[in-house]
């Protein structure tokens, strides 16, 4: 393998992703492409690399590594959900970039990370989990991934939000996410939201030695483009839509309980009304980026 890499342009890679009107915001697609870019850039994807991507969704992080990895290389790209699933449908989403400079180097597969584990006899050098371990719908699911990634690759990756911010705005995106976290522990898998499973670094980090990875390095306080929007879009669903006070009105728990997940959202609403430009204020909080080897 090469540690050479020519990468195309943010911009260039943008075109390759599938985005649909009205929910697509052009500044903050190009920022999402640019900074999963820095994270390849960051881990040093070689050309000829074998990588497994886990919960690929869309594609946002397939396409800056397929591009990474070259003609040379093969992104193995999995997630559970059905074709029909998400804005665009999966199936659409993936066809559009099968189509595109990069798609011959990318096989799209229809599994869990941990099914797909344990059904492969394939070795990668990199397996990657990159913005979904929160999409876990529990936190016994990223375990189950280390453990039986064991074996099957070289280094294992995960990048996430930090639950810690930076930056003026990005404290109302960790609010966000510990309130809708307390909500969804009281909820089954039925629930519709992405932001599932709000794990810190030390409990991932924790979760990784427990599966016998070493954490070989990290990077702390990483900073997406400002115009990147998941944590005003997260903020929004709680404070300026009603699902999230339906849902805890609903939960069949104790008074108490609904009082205290009600309470977080108060704080959410106060923390956002102390910010110059209110809603328009909010950031993403900081991203944290863990290597992980196994132990020797």
Request: charged share 20%; aromatic share 8%; hydrophobic share 40%.
């Amino acid at each position: 393998m090469s540690t050479e890499t020519k990468l195309r342009s943010p911009e260039e890679l943008v075109t390759f992703l599938l985005h649909l009107p009205p929910y697509s915001d052009p500044a903050h697609n190009l920022a999402s492409v640019t900074h999963r870019q820095n994270l390849v850039k960051l881990w040093k994807i070689p050309r000829g690399a074998t990588v497994l991507e886990i919960g690929c969704g869309q594609g946002d992080f397939t396409v800056p590594l397929a591009d990474a990895v070259g003609p040379t290389g093969h992104v193995v790209a999995t997630d559970p959900m059905p074709p029909d699933y998400g804005t665009p449908p999966l199936s659409l989403a993936q066809e559009h970039i099968k189509n595109s400079p990069v798609g011959k180097q990318i096989t799209f597969i229809q599994a869990s990370g941990e099914e797909y584990l344990a059904s492969t006899t394939e070795h990668f050098d990199y397996v990657i989990i990159a913005h979904t371990a929160w999409y876990f719908s529990d936190p016994c699911v990223l375990p189950s991934i280390l453990a039986a990634a064991i074996g099957k690759a070289e280094t294992f990756l995960i990048a996430e939000f930090s639950l810690s911010a930076s930056r003026p705005g990005g404290e109302a995106h960790v609010l966000t996410a510990l309130a809708t976290n307390a909500l969804e522990s009281f909820r089954d898998e039925t629930s519709w939201r992405n932001l599932r499973c709000a794990l810190s670094p030390a409990q991932m980090t924790a979760a990784a030695a427990e599966a016998g990875w070493v954490l070989k390095g990290e990077e702390k306080g990483i900073l997406t483009p400002r115009e990147e929007k998941y944590g005003w879009r997260e903020t929004v669903m709680i404070l300026k839509r009603p699902n999230f006070v339906d849902d805890v009105e609903a939960l069949k728990v104790s008074e108490k309980t609904k009082k205290m997940l009600l309470g977080m959202r108060d704080a959410l609403a106060a923390a956002v009304d102390a910010l110059e430009g209110g809603m328009d204020g909010v950031v993403d909080m900081d991203v944290w980026a863990g290597t992980f080897e196994v132990k020797g």
